[in-house]
């Protein structure tokens, strides 16, 4: 059986298991008639012009984990950000993990979706936010939402500013042959509120693992969010990231994504804008190589006036692999005032590296201030013979410009101890010792 047809199958079973009485019952049906319809997206679609999902799909994924699995603290220690004390939220092959959690409140509302969206009492916020800004046509957010059940609800009260980085893991085991999980994040920031969150998905052996994630953050009134993607997962793993981000006036969203490791990685990142003075951030640095594939795809929609979005986005490709960029700023013609920058920069190591970018621009507006960019090219031999003369081996004259070229996106990362690791990560990927203090 094909694996939309098997979704297709377990869909009533799934919905009597949780309760086909509940008031998504609707919401979830709707989804699922659309991915019905719609399948898994294609190169034929514009969007997925350069990405194919069709050799990851044909593995014979478990839906739905046959058993709790556990796993010591010890296995995963490395992943945990243990430099600093952290609210951790922690999911096991899709099953939240109490005993890797910590989340001491702190007048937080941090909790498991299951319990958001089956218990009375979270029933007005889940009515106001969930599926309110996630996309109703796009067919793998559609799917997500027609299983939505796991995931984390993260709820920051009013002016509260939290001391603490929140650390959202999702581990796979690999005791099923190949598992396809559908993790549901939902994350309501009030007002003059400020939170930091680190998001990692990864896989603890080499069985296939399929990653079909959709988060929601929704940003009121003069809120910051730093939120932090680590992708940095085995070679066996797909991951497909769907985040909708809603900021309401002076709100300031930041997104960085560090995609380093996985087969097949598809960001797809989209800002909303719903009032004046908004600050929108997105960065990222892709470092890949063998025959990885990583695709960014992204979306500004400016719809209000004075506000500002700034992305910025750095790839190295060695050997085979096979980067793209497609970026899109729009601007409606109410969105006077914008100030929009996109950037992508690109290195190839290799003749058979290859970069696909596409950076757009819609604009309606006649008094904006938009740019965008994009440079393709090899590590500059000038500056390579260079530092040669002044006695550094060549490998780590190489490494030294790739982490300099990088490092404008490195230094904008808020959290120290996120920083030093990044920077480890980006040392192993080069395969030298940068000698920095770490």
Request: proline share 3%; with cysteine.
């Amino acid at each position: 059986m094909e694996l939309k047809e098997k979704l297709i199958s377990s869909f009533m079973a799934f919905e009597e298991q949780i309760d086909i009485h509940s008031a998504l019952h609707d919401v979830r049906t709707s989804a699922i008639k659309n991915f019905e319809s719609k399948g898994f997206p294609t190169k034929k679609e514009e969007a997925w012009k350069y990405t194919s999902l069709n050799a990851i799909l044909k593995n014979d994924y478990s839906v739905f984990p046959k058993q709790e699995n556990i796993i010591e603290f010890a296995e995963v220690k490395k992943y945990f950000l243990h430099e600093i004390d952290t609210h951790k939220v922690i999911f096991v092959d899709g099953k939240f993990s109490s005993f890797l959690s910590a989340t001491t409140h702190d007048g937080l509302d941090v909790c498991l979706m299951s319990s958001a969206l089956n218990k009375p009492k979270y029933k007005m916020v889940i009515d106001e936010y969930f599926n309110k800004i996630a996309s109703k046509e796009e067919s793998l957010t559609t799917l997500n939402t027609a299983f939505a059940n796991e995931g984390a609800y993260v709820n920051i009260p009013k002016s509260k500013v939290v001391e603490k980085p929140i650390e959202i893991i999702y581990f796979s085991t690999g005791k099923e042959d190949a598992l396809m999980v559908q993790p549901r994040n939902l994350v309501v920031v009030g007002e003059n509120a400020h939170v930091q969150i680190i998001e990692r998905h990864q896989s603890l052996n080499e069985n296939p693992v399929l990653t079909n994630s959709v988060t929601e953050i929704f940003a009121q009134k003069r809120a910051i969010v730093d939120y932090y993607k680590i992708q940095n997962d085995l070679q066996s793993a797909n991951l497909i990231d769907n985040t909708y981000i809603s900021q309401k006036q002076e709100s300031r969203v930041s997104v960085h994504t560090f995609s380093f490791g996985g087969n097949i990685t598809r960001n797809n990142l989209n800002f909303y804008h719903f009032g004046e003075r908004i600050d929108s951030t997105l960065k990222g640095i892709t470092i890949i190589g063998d025959k990885q594939h990583v695709d960014h795809y992204t979306l500004v929609h400016h719809a209000t006036p004075n506000c500002e979005s700034h992305q910025n986005y750095k790839t190295i490709l060695a050997d085979s692999a096979t980067g793209v960029f497609n970026g899109k700023i729009y601007v409606e013609k109410e969105a006077q005032k914008t100030d929009a920058f996109q950037q992508n920069n690109n290195i190839l190591l290799g003749d058979k590296a290859t970069i696909n970018a596409k950076p757009q621009l819609e604009i309606f507006a006649d008094d904006v201030k938009c740019s965008h960019g994009c440079t393709i090219g090899q590590l500059d031999e000038t500056a390579m013979f260079y530092m040669q003369q002044r006695g550094i081996p060549k490998k780590e004259a190489k490494a030294l410009l790739m982490y300099a070229f990088s490092n404008e996106v490195i230094e904008s990362i808020k959290i120290p101890e996120l920083k030093k690791r990044i920077t480890k990560i980006i040392a192993m990927k080069l395969g030298v010792n940068l000698g920095f203090d770490l």
